[in-house]
C-alpha cells in the first residue's frame, strides 16, 4: 500500500523567506503527483500536479520537483506572504485514479 | 462553470438515520470520487466511480453506498449513520481522456453523528 509522508507537520516562517515542503512515498511507481492547498473549514486546492515522466513544475512563485527514485516531491514557495499560510497536501497516484494522500504541511507565515 | 459542488455544507444526524450527501460536477468528468477527511488520518479513499453505472469501493467503503446515473451527479448515502462517519467529505472528479489529471475537489460537506 502506498505510503505519503510530509514533513514538517508545521512551519512557521517570517513574512519573506523562501521555503520547502516536503513529500516522501514508499511506492515510486507512480502516475502523478498532485500538491493541494487547504485554508481552515475550506476544500482543497489544486496547486501544480507533476506527471510521472516530468522532473518539475512551475506556477508562479511555486515550484514542485519530482524524484521518483528516491520516492520524493518537495513544494518550494519562494517570498512566502501571509496568504501563503494554509495546510499544504501532497498526494499520490498509482493509477491515475486514487489519490492517497499525505497528512499534510500546516505552513504559518507571519508578518 | 461551478466546478464541483456539494450540498449540504453542514449537517448533524443522529446515530441510525440515514442521510445523502449530494455531489454534482459541470465539467463533463467521467471520474468521480468521495474521500473522508479525519484528524491525523489524511484524506482516504472512501468510493470512486468511472463513469455512468460503474462505481467500485475504494479504501474506507464500510456504512456507505453509492450509485452513478449521471455523468453530472454522483451521491453518497449513508444507510445508518453512526458517530465513527463524524468527518467532513469531500466529492472530487476529472476527466480520463486527458493526459493532465489534475483532480478538482469539491468545498466538503461536515457532518456530525450524535
Known amino acids: 500500500k502506498q505510503e505519503v509522508t510530509q514533513i514538517p507537520a508545521a512551519l512557521s516562517v517570517p513574512e519573506g523567506e523562501n521555503l520547502v515542503l516536503n513529500c516522501s512515498f514508499t511506492d515510486s511507481a507512480i502516475y502523478n503527483l498532485q500538491w493541494f492547498r487547504q485554508d481552515p473549514g475550506k476544500g482543497l486546492t489544486s496547486l501544480l500536479l507533476?506527471?510521472?515522466?516530468?522532473r518539475e513544475q512551475t506556477s508562479g512563485r511555486l515550484n514542485a520537483s519530482l524524484d521518483k527514485s528516491s520516492g520524493r516531491s518537495t513544494l518550494y514557495i519562494a517570498a512566502s506572504q501571509p496568504g501563503d499560510s494554509a495546510t499544504y497536501l501532497c498526494a499520490v497516484s498509482n493509477s491515475g485514479y486514487a489519490l492517497n494522500f499525505g497528512k499534510g504541511t500546516s505552513l504559518l507565515v507571519t508578518p | 462553470n461551478a466546478g464541483v459542488t456539494q450540498t449540504p455544507k453542514f449537517q448533524v444526524l443522529k446515530t441510525g438515520q440515514s442521510m445523502t450527501l449530494q455531489c454534482a460536477q459541470d465539467m463533463n468528468h467521467e471520474y468521480m470520487s468521495w474521500y473522508r477527511q479525519d484528524p491525523g488520518m489524511g484524506l482516504r479513499l472512501i468510493h470512486y466511480?468511472?463513469?455512468?453505472?460503474?462505481?467500485d469501493q475504494g479504501e474506507v467503503p464500510n456504512g456507505y453506498n453509492v450509485s452513478r446515473s449521471t455523468t453530472e451527479d454522483f451521491p453518497l448515502r449513508l444507510l445508518s449513520a453512526a458517530p465513527s462517519q463524524t468527518s467532513v467529505y469531500f466529492c472530487?472528479?476529472?476527466?480520463?481522456?486527458?493526459?493532465?489529471?489534475?483532480?478538482?475537489f469539491g468545498p466538503g460537506t461536515r457532518l456530525t453523528v450524535l
Open positions: 507533476i506527471q510521472s515522466s516530468q
Open positions: 466511480s468511472v463513469g455512468a453505472g460503474i462505481t
Open positions: 472530487a472528479s476529472k476527466a480520463l481522456a486527458t493526459t493532465y489529471n489534475e483532480q478538482f
